[in-house]
């Protein structure tokens, strides 16, 4: 699969036979982050109400649209254009800065054999069902900005307890995006041994699942 990341927690995932998902989509003008331009096939989003996780309306090529947070009320799983897809409810942070926390959800879905785990838009320490949901996760993108999302040293946590073989930090502070209150990224790496962290120099990396480091690691990518 080609995985690429437009910013925030937006990932445009493309399987083997074509097939494209795009994660969490955001409102261009709001993120400052540029449009998805990529038509896709399946929309998968933590809620239906925030202009930085949520809109799918704005995905060209007139995709499925699965909400996390429904999917965790209604079942917790279901099977969309063939992926199966799986969500937890979750919650905004606690003590929000800005506004009063929103519920969202977490969700982990199977792309070429390989497991994804997507935090959403999480701002609290996890519950042990939430670390247990993503147990098993070969790929988890991480929420790596800090509060208003989850904070650095409860993410170490659930990362250490889940041990992903890929981690893939997001929603971080970068020179595009307009939220000035998120954490550069180096304040997350500073969790890791510097010879455990890979940078793909490019929005775009193509993996397998024998591609995948033994060992967990993590891959930083440049923005779309």
Same mark, same amino acid.
């Given at each position: 699969?080609?995985?690429?990341?437009?910013?925030?927690?937006?990932?445009?995932?493309?399987?083997?036979?074509?097939?494209?998902?795009?994660?969490?989509?955001?409102?261009?003008?709001?993120?400052?982050?540029?449009?998805?331009?990529?038509?896709?096939?399946?929309?998968?989003?933590?809620?239906?109400?925030?202009?930085?996780?949520?809109?799918? /309306?704005?995905?060209?090529?007139?995709?499925?649209? &699965?909400?996390? +947070?429904?999917?965790?009320?209604? =079942?917790?799983?279901? #099977? @969309?254009?063939?992926?199966?897809?799986?969500?937890?409810?979750?919650?905004?942070?606690?003590?929000?800065?800005?506004?009063?926390?929103?519920?969202?959800?977490?969700?982990?879905?199977?792309?070429?054999?390989?497991?994804?785990?997507?935090?959403?838009?999480?701002?609290?320490?996890?519950? /042990?069902?939430?670390?247990?949901?993503?147990?098993? &996760?070969?790929? +988890?993108?991480?929420?790596?900005? =800090?509060?208003?999302? #989850? @904070?650095l040293d409860?993410?170490?946590?659930?990362?250490?307890?889940?041990?992903?073989?890929?981690?893939?930090?997001?929603?971080?502070?970068?020179?595009?995006?307009?939220?000035?209150?998120?954490?550069?990224?180096?304040?997350?790496?500073?969790?890791?041994?510097?010879?455990?962290?890979?940078f793909a120099?490019?929005?775009?990396?193509?993996?397998?699942?024998?591609?995948?480091?033994?060992?967990?690691?993590?891959?930083?990518?440049?923005?779309?």
């Amino acid at each position: 699969m080609k995985l690429k990341w437009y910013g925030q927690a937006c990932f445009l995932i493309t399987r083997s036979d074509g097939l494209r998902i795009v994660t969490d989509p955001y409102t261009p003008e709001t993120a400052g982050y540029r449009p998805v331009t990529e038509e896709a096939d399946l929309v998968i989003r933590s809620s239906d109400n925030d202009s930085f996780h949520c809109r799918a /309306d704005l995905i060209p090529g007139n995709p499925s649209v &699965v909400t996390a +947070l429904d999917l965790a009320r209604n =079942g917790g799983e279901c #099977i @969309e254009k063939g992926v199966h897809i799986c969500a937890i409810e979750a919650m905004e942070a606690l003590n929000h800065r800005f506004h009063e926390p929103d519920q969202n959800g977490m969700y982990r879905f199977e792309v070429d054999g390989m497991s994804i785990g997507h935090m959403g838009d999480m701002g609290n320490a996890f519950s /042990d069902t939430q670390i247990d949901f993503f147990k098993g &996760v070969d790929i +988890l993108l991480a929420l790596a900005g =800090g509060h208003p999302t #989850i @904070e650095l040293d409860d993410l170490k946590t659930v990362i250490d307890a889940v041990r992903p073989r890929l981690i893939i930090p997001m929603h971080f502070r970068t020179l595009r995006v307009k939220l000035r209150n998120m954490l550069w990224i180096q304040s997350f790496l500073d969790y890791f041994d510097e010879k455990d962290v890979d940078f793909a120099f490019d929005e775009e990396v193509t993996l397998t699942r024998d591609s995948l480091p033994e060992s967990m690691r993590v891959l930083v990518l440049d923005h779309a």
